[in-house]
């Protein structure tokens, strides 16, 4: 099966196009390559054993990223209410009409 390039297909298209061919005949080589010689409950085992595992380590990584997201959230938050007040003061001393030095 060979990819024919029509002149209205521009050359990314029809390397997508070439890519998906190559996709579709590879998937097809292995389909028939294990037409009989997989047992499919072995293939389902193997596959829910790898997903057991990497959806451990993957809750795991997450913790830690949400552990640190909140770390960085609370620290935005602290920063932001800081400057916040900082300016009420700087207006309320603008108003005041005082020049001391805000702490």
């Known amino acids: 099966m060979t990819l024919q390039q029509p002149a209205t297909v521009s050359g990314l298209e029809h390397n997508i196009l070439f890519e998906y061919e190559t996709l579709v005949s590879n998937v097809e080589k292995v389909h028939d390559l294990g037409e009989g010689c997989i047992d499919v ?5 193997t596959i829910s054993q790898m997903n057991g ?12 990223l949400e552990k640190k997201a909140g770390l960085v959230y609370t620290l935005f938050k ?5 400057l916040v007040t900082s300016i009420q003061e700087l207006d309320l001393n603008a108003e005041q009409g005082t020049n001391r030095p805000v702490l």
Not at 78 to 82: E, K, L, P, Q
């Open 41 to 45: 409950n072995v293939m389902n085992h």
């Open 53 to 64: 595992t990497d959806v451990v380590l993957l809750v795991d990584k997450l913790r830690t």
């Open 78 to 82: 602290a920063s932001v209410y800081a």
